[in-house]
């Protein structure tokens, strides 16, 4: 089956929040942003703007019914600036116009006389000055402290991430209108319908059941939308609860580049030791995290970090400590990967400098090192169905690693100007959300008398296609057509109290509810056609359709029996809950079991640098995924695809650069790039590795949103790997992305002083090829 959505894409019928037509008296929002990154809020002159051409309203903190207050974990956030600012962006005030150029014409007739403060935009500064978010937490396994001296190596370092901007193609916004008995009715791009309901109640200081977010999908998302939409959403809907008009925001990409939150760049620390057979002993790092002037998802993001600091490798010896940083930035927010990338770049980043220093391919490091059934994560979980060897082993083999090692290391031999290099990724995730408690979903089902569907549920589609996994898990349920089965929008209404589109559990989550709820409409039908035919239950059945008894047809068919069932007042409808088995963490100890299961995969990547230009090409991507049993092949490889290039846009284009003034200098596509045609690889092999699947996964296709994303830490080390085949001399700082501009850096700066490892074994154990 192919993605519901292609046909209506490609023609451009897709419906997206600006396709709403617009009812008449809509009112055009446009916010004015902070110009200072901190200070104090002495007064806002709004004179000039109230008098300018369509103006209609401007709201302010003050305008706020209920309370000024969008914090979801933790409560530090202000819908619009109070009496501080504390990022460049920040939201002060709302101005609704009869038109959008009117309105954003008089935002720029506003005055704000703000008393500056000092402006943090370095996380290590944070820490330092104690301006924390949450308290710092730590994992920890063993015991790093006493191992030290039973270490052959030990290699120390900084490994830094820049941040990386979402680039959804649909940018921010809502449309509101008030609805009848002092309620609001909210179209929002949002990952989180719930949430949007949740924070624009608390504004309005109505009840969440005042409040109806309802959403068609998202022209992407990637975690930008996960707690970020709730701002355009809160605020159109105030604008439309005040002024008792509709009222449609949506941000323009400038707005949406400088005041919408990002990837977390990270500056870590981190120490590990190795035996001199290259086992992975000991591991300590620190995290700085840069979270940005408030909370949102940061102290959840952190904790990912912490999940995936050792990646897929068994280290028995881990302290990992981590700092929430608040800087004067736009908060940062969910990403794809959700902090787990940048835990990944420090142990990736450790073992290649281990690898370095002892002349060895980082991959002889990684191979050993591997995860194995029955072992534990730091945070107490303990390895089952562990596919980490398979999936590098089949890799191994299958792109014959060894063989094309030695090919890239001939062609280093025989060119003088362009150099390769080659880089194992292999991957780890968890897939569940690590608060335990959002691990549960809903799904209404209506069968209509006709025999037609119609599923409401949490999900919300993105382009990640969880639209059509939905149908599909139906239509293979109820033994019907797919084209029978239609998904209704995402409606706060229909479906409450969701998680939101995140943690790439989304098709587990309500894929199992909508199964569930299939499940018993079925069994109802069933029953009431052994009724109708006089036929045992037991070996009734329902394929393609066809209602069969003991394998052979019986005398009715799915319309057939749907149209009996009413007439035999037969409920057509089921609501179903499904909460994921099994799932617990206690935060005192940091430990538990808060992951349903874990997606492996291993990716080789290979690059060539232009050692004269400094520029690259990511040349082959050849990669293993576990998907355990994919159900819908096109759209999980089409994930693969976009999740890889993403990674690599991270790791080697996309940076991010704010001034010391908290500004974005990077603000629009001219200067901040991100990948197009033609940097995706040549080559990109995506295989598909033979595993059963896990009972916790929609019928046993493993979660594939987030994991690929990951492969494109890969293309970091191939392109350090290539710029050290030039000049081995070098090692590079670790720090991410590794521009052209960096790479022509380190190919030519003067040579650093690169530290010996504190100590080395007089003899290192032969490695075995
Ligand atoms: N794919 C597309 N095309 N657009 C998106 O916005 N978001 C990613 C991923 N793939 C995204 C995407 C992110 S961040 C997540 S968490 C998952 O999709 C969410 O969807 P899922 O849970 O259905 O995998
Ligand atoms: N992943 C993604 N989004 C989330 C999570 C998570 O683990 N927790 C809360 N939001
Ligand atoms: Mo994805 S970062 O969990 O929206």
């Not at 120390?156 to 649909?170: P, S």
């Not at 500056?267 to 591991?283: P, V």
């Not at 007439?567 to 617990?584: F, G, I, Q």
Request: charged residues 20%.
């Amino acid at each position: 089956m192919h993605n519901l959505d292609a046909a209506g894409h490609v023609r451009g019928e897709s419906q997206y929040l600006d396709d709403i037509p617009v009812q008449r008296g809509t009112l055009h929002a446009v916010v004015y942003g902070s110009p200072l990154a901190h200070g104090k809020l002495r007064s806002l002159n709004l004179e000039a703007a109230r008098r300018a051409p369509g103006v209609v309203r401007i709201l302010t903190a003050a305008d706020i019914p209920g309370e000024n207050q969008i914090g979801g974990i933790v409560p530090d956030e202000e819908l619009l600036a109070g009496s501080h600012v504390h990022f460049q962006g920040m939201p002060v005030a709302l101005v609704l116009a009869e038109t959008e150029p009117q309105a954003r014409a008089a935002v720029k007739l506003i005055e704000a006389d703000i008393e500056p403060l000092p402006i943090i935009t370095d996380p290590r500064e944070a820490a330092a000055q104690d301006e924390l978010i949450v308290p710092p937490r730590t994992f920890r396994l063993g015991d790093p402290a006493a191992t030290w001296d039973a270490c052959a190596h030990i290699i120390e370092g900084v490994a830094e991430n820049g941040g990386q901007e979402h680039l959804y193609i649909e940018t921010q916004g809502a449309y509101a209108y008030p609805s009848e008995g002092g309620g609001v009715r909210v179209h929002s791009s949002t990952q989180g319908p719930t949430a949007v309901q949740r924070h624009t109640a608390r504004v309005l200081g109505v009840g969440m059941h005042k409040v109806e977010v309802d959403v068609v999908r998202l022209g992407g998302g990637f975690g930008g939308k996960e707690d970020q939409a709730t701002t355009w959403g809160a605020l159109a809907a105030l604008g439309a609860f005040v002024v008792k008009k509709p009222v449609k925001l949506v941000l323009s990409r400038h707005d949406d580049l400088r005041m919408t939150g990002k990837r977390h760049p990270y500056s870590s620390d981190f120490k590990l030791g190795l035996s001199a057979d290259l086992k992975l002993l000991a591991y300590e790092v620190t995290f700085y995290q840069n979270a940005g002037a408030a909370a949102d998802l940061s102290p959840a993001v952190l904790e990912r970090t912490l999940f995936h600091a050792t990646n897929t490798y068994f280290i028995p010896n881990v302290r990992a400590t981590a700092y929430s940083c608040r800087t004067n930035l736009p908060p940062n927010t969910a990403f794809r990967g959700f902090g787990g990338p940048q835990g990944m770049f420090v142990i990736e980043s450790a073992i290649a400098k281990a690898a370095e220093q002892l002349g060895v391919p980082a991959w002889e490091i990684q191979r050993r090192n591997l995860y194995q059934d029955g072992q534990e994560f730091p945070y107490g979980q303990r390895l089952a169905d562990c596919h980490a060897g398979l999936s590098w082993q089949t890799a191994e083999q299958k792109f014959k690693l060894e063989q094309w090692q030695a090919e890239v290391d001939a062609f280093n031999q025989q060119s003088a100007v362009k150099k390769r290099g080659l880089a194992v990724m292999p991957i780890c995730f968890g897939i569940s959300f690590t608060k335990t408690a959002m691990n549960q979903a809903r799904a209404l089902v209506h069968i209509y008398t006709d025999g037609s569907v119609g599923i409401s549920t949490g999900a919300v589609e993105m382009g990640q296609g969880v639209n059509t996994k939905m149908v599909q898990v139906a239509a293979r349920t109820l033994g019907i057509n797919p084209n029978r089965v239609r998904l209704e929008t995402t409606n706060t209404t229909r479906v409450a109290n969701t998680s939101p589109t995140a943690a790439s559990a989304t098709a587990d989550l309500n894929g199992k509810a909508v199964e569930m709820a299939c499940r018993a409409l079925r069994v109802r039908l069933m029953r009431h056609a052994a009724e109708e035919l006089k036929l045992e239950y037991e070996g009734l059945e329902i394929y393609d359709e066809q209602v069969l008894a003991a394998g052979k047809p019986a005398e009715t068919d799915w319309e057939k029996l749907v149209s009996t069932a009413y007439w035999k007042r037969v409920s057509l409808t089921e609501n179903a809950h499904y909460a994921t088995p099994d799932l617990w963490f206690d935060q005192t100890q940091e430990k538990g079991n808060p992951f349903a299961y874990h997606v492996y995969g291993t990716a080789l990547v290979q690059a060539t640098v232009d050692a004269v230009r400094g520029t690259y090409e990511i040349d082959a991507v050849r990669l293993v995924h576990d998907f355990g049993q994919s159900f819908t092949p096109g759209i999980d490889r089409g994930q693969i695809e976009g999740g890889l290039v993403q990674g690599l846009g991270w790791m080697t284009m996309e940076e991010l650069i704010y001034n010391q003034e908290g500004r974005l200098l990077t603000n629009a596509l001219s200067t901040y790039k991100v990948p197009d045609l033609y940097s995706v690889p040549a080559v990109v092999d995506v295989e598909f590795l033979e595993t059963p699947g896990h009972p916790n996964a929609i019928l046993r296709a493993k979660a594939v949103g987030e994991p690929p994303l990951m492969y494109g830490l890969g293309g970091y080390f191939a392109i350090r790997n290539a710029v050290r085949a030039f000049r081995p001399s070098v090692f590079p700082a670790f720090s991410a992305p590794i521009t052209p501009e960096k790479v022509l850096m380190s190919l030519y700066a003067a040579p650093a002083a690169e530290p010996a490892p504190v100590h080395q074994a007089a003899t290192v154990a032969p490695i075995k090829p």
